[in-house]
């Protein structure tokens, strides 16, 4: 009889907080972010001609010299895999890691002849995430030339697109100034077919 008594109340409690941690709360979350925040909750997507294109928060694996390019991604089995997110895992004394990033040196330096400039970190090394959508103004300005080049445009115009594209610290100082790679590129790809 005990054992009844206490069961019926368990499964109450059970089937009430079920409701309102797995069903309610979660409504209300999604409801809230969907008023506040549409275009975060809907996945901060970059539109262009109607269509979307990507994400403000997933980076794109672009490899046409005539784009700019991001961060490497460690994701699998494709580069920013946004179901499969994730580092690399390789610690900074890993020779997989040293590896990995001569590889990439001598890619950026294989596609960019004439550029003697020290190549950024953040284009050789993955983000936490292998998403990150974001390159540092240092490694925007580093691809210009390159970029400039292949598309026939004045590298000046090119380095100008790059600086208007730098966004500053989130208040001025949380963060680091940072340029967002598919609206880089999509503003190039308009600069481009004037």
Do not use: C
């Not at 709360?25 to 969907?34: E, N, R």
């Not at 890619?107 to 400039?117: E, S």
């Not at 730098?166 to 880089?184: E, I, R, S, T």
């Amino acid at each position: 009889m005990k054992n009844e008594s206490i069961l019926r109340p368990a499964l109450v409690l059970f089937a009430a907080l079920t409701l309102v941690t797995g069903v309610a709360y979660p409504l209300a979350v999604t409801g809230a972010a969907q008023a506040l925040f549409p275009h975060e909750a809907a996945g901060s997507l970059v539109v262009k001609d109607g269509k979307p294109v990507g994400s403000a928060l997933i980076g794109q694996n672009f490899t046409d010299p005539r784009h700019f390019w991001g961060r490497p991604s460690a994701t699998a089995p494709t580069p920013y895999n946004a179901a499969a997110s994730g580092g690399s895992n390789l610690g900074p004394l890993n020779p997989a890691l040293l590896d990995a990033v001569k590889a990439r040196v001598a890619a950026l330096r294989a596609a960019d002849p004439g550029n003697t400039a020290p190549v950024p970190v953040d284009l050789v090394t993955a983000s936490a995430s292998g998403l990150d959508p974001h390159i540092s103004p240092a490694a925007a300005r580093y691809q210009a030339a390159r970029v400039a080049k292949a598309r026939g445009l004045d590298q000046g115009r090119v380095m100008a697109l790059v600086e208007q594209h730098v966004q500053k610290p989130w208040l001025a100082v949380l963060g680091d100034p940072h340029v967002n790679v598919l609206q880089l590129n999509l503003a190039l790809d308009e600069l481009a077919a004037k």
